[in-house]
């Protein structure tokens, strides 16, 4: 008699966070609450909108005064705090870039929530949350810049210490080898992504080509001290994402 052998997986491996889908598509905004006197006020309930799209989120402040909002579509945001007996916090024009999470910390005053205390300013551009160091070209740059053969790659040297971005064509195949602060010139220095998957040709490491300019929204490269989910190669990162990717609102809960 044959004994059929099962197999039981962890609940948890069933259901995957909407925060590990697509890490590399999407940011976040996060902070802390506090009233004018600088004392932590919980249970505010915060709301982020995008103004693109309208898609929007909403989350109450926890017993500490913090919020979080994880997986966010790129594009620009209107942060709002609201809470009974406070007046109404807003903030829009927060930019959401590819792997930059925004740090917005609403202040709140004492007064009716009919009134609105309005502020038009984006997140501090320093990255507060890690030590990652690099540059992002956003979709003006990428429209306006000169491009030599139409290709993006030629854009990685606008970021500090890529210092050789060329394109080749080994065994018949498009590919892009780079060099980061001083990495080797060969294959397998560097971890290419689009739209959240890997674009790392398997058969030499290099960088696949790329979609035409014209339909990619922006890219950034991370140059090095970037988290353990990049680490497949030492030298850095190149993490492309397309308009396609950037316009979908994510309906996440």
């Known amino acids: 008699m044959r004994r059929g052998i099962v197999f039981a997986l962890p609940v948890s491996l069933l259901f995957v966070s909407p925060a590990l889908l697509a890490q590399v598509t999407s940011s976040s905004i996060f902070g802390t609450v506090t009233d004018t006197t600088g004392a932590v006020v919980p249970g505010v309930e915060i709301k982020v909108t995008q103004q693109e799209t309208n898609f929007n989120r909403t989350v109450l402040a926890d017993e500490s005064g913090k919020y979080i909002f994880n997986a966010l579509p790129l594009g620009t945001y209107r942060v709002e705090a609201t809470a009974q007996g406070f007046k109404k916090f807003s903030q829009v024009g927060i930019v959401l870039e590819v792997n930059r999470n925004a740090r917005v910390d609403p202040v709140i ?53 890529v210092e050789q971005a060329d394109s080749t064509n ?12 001083g990495s080797s010139s060969g294959t397998g220095s560097i971890s290419y992504y689009l739209d959240g998957g890997n674009n790392t040709a398997g058969l ?47 309906c996440v809960v």
Do not use: C
């Not at 018949?172 to 602060?181: D, F, K, Q, T």
């Not at 339909?215 to 140059?223: D, L, N, S």
């Open 109 to 161: 005053e004492v007064g009716g929530v009919t009134e609105t205390v309005s502020i038009t300013a984006d997140a501090p551009l320093i990255n507060t949350t890690d030590a990652s160091m690099g540059h992002t070209v956003d979709n003006k740059e990428i429209l306006t810049l000169p491009l030599v053969n139409r290709d993006l790659y030629t854009l990685l040297t606008l970021t500090p210490g």
């Open 170 to 181: 080994p065994l018949g195949s498009p590919a892009e080898i780079s060099v980061v602060n």
């Open 204 to 250: 030499r490491n290099t960088g696949n080509a790329l979609p035409n300019p014209d339909a990619v929204q922006e890219f950034r490269v991370i140059t090095n001290s970037y988290s353990a989910e990049f680490g497949r190669f030492a030298a850095g990162m190149v993490d492309v994402v397309t308009k396609r990717k950037a316009d979908v609102a994510w």
